[in-house]
């Protein structure tokens, strides 16, 4: 599985912006974003399995960030909004080939490269 992450960007507090992560199209389980910050560990912020009927979000992003999918093109989106500068990092997407929705790194056998995200204040 190759994951090909992609649109982020410089956005102003309280903007939007909408990352997408494309695969091969190798059957997968799950489905995640993580983050890492300057100077942090990465984080979890969103996964959902594949069949899309499981989510699950970081509480610093409830209600703002939605995790989906397009079946047509094998696409997984982060849909971001109401963006707030500590939202800043690098995002990664990652894919595991079994089990349900997770928030554990261990449990993604496939990464794909950062995007970075930049909120201005």
């Known amino acids: 599985v190759q994951l090909q992450a992609s649109g982020g960007g410089l956005v102003q507090a309280g903007g939007s912006l909408r990352l997408s992560c494309a695969d091969s199209?190798?059957?997968?389980?799950?489905v995640g974003w993580f983050r890492q910050a300057p100077g942090k560990e990465r984080e979890f912020v969103a996964a959902?399995?594949?069949?899309?009927?499981?989510?699950k979000y970081a509480d610093a992003v409830k209600g703002r960030f939605t995790i989906s999918r397009d079946n047509l093109s094998n696409t997984v989106y982060l849909q971001m909004n109401s963006l707030k500068s500590e939202d800043t990092a690098v995002y990664f997407c990652?894919?595991?080939?079994?089990?349900?929705?997770?928030?554990?790194?261990?449990?993604?056998?496939?990464w794909g490269q950062g995007t970075q995200v930049t909120v201005s204040s």
């Open positions: 199209g190798r059957i997968v389980s799950r």
């Open positions: 990652a894919a595991g080939r079994r089990g349900l929705v997770s928030d554990k790194q261990y449990e993604y056998d496939y």
């Open positions: 959902m399995s594949w069949r899309g009927d499981r989510k």
